[in-house]
């Protein structure tokens, strides 16, 4: 079954891969990628990282994006907008608990719109 992917954006690479780790405990199935940190993994964020874990979480059904602060959302803006092949997203929801809400949802095997309005009525 395909599922909604959901990618994790942080300046810091060690910030989503514990968010990532946190989520596998209980769910493995859903496509979680994570673009923290810059091309070298310092502080701060990539667009291409952010590019490239939407490929790799696309499964068919839409990604689903979350995010830490400030130019870890504007780059996520570029990387949607320069993304002509997925359907992508991003939430406005707390990293941990958002991705979180999100993975569950998509592994129950709610369709896009539905982690999408699940994560925003949680979180509004």
């Known amino acids: 079954m395909p599922y909604t992917g959901i990618v994790l954006i942080s300046h810091s690479p060690k910030v989503v891969e514990g968010v990532r780790e946190i989520i596998r405990q209980v769910i493995t199935e859903v ?3 994570i673009a923290g940190g810059t091309e070298d993994d310092a502080i701060g964020t990539n667009v291409e990282k952010i590019q490239l874990a939407i490929e790799r979480a696309d499964q ?5 994006l979350l995010y830490d602060i400030g130019s870890a959302k504007m780059n996520a803006e570029l990387a949607v907008e320069m993304d002509d092949t997925t359907h992508a997203k991003i939430l406005e929801a707390p990293l941990v608990e958002g991705a979180y809400l999100a993975a569950v949802e998509s592994g129950m095997g709610r369709s896009f719109q539905e982690v ?9």
């Open 60 to 64: 068919g059904q839409g990604v689903l």
């Open 116 to 124: 999408i309005a699940a994560v925003t009525k949680e979180f509004g």
């Open 31 to 33: 496509p979680i990628e």
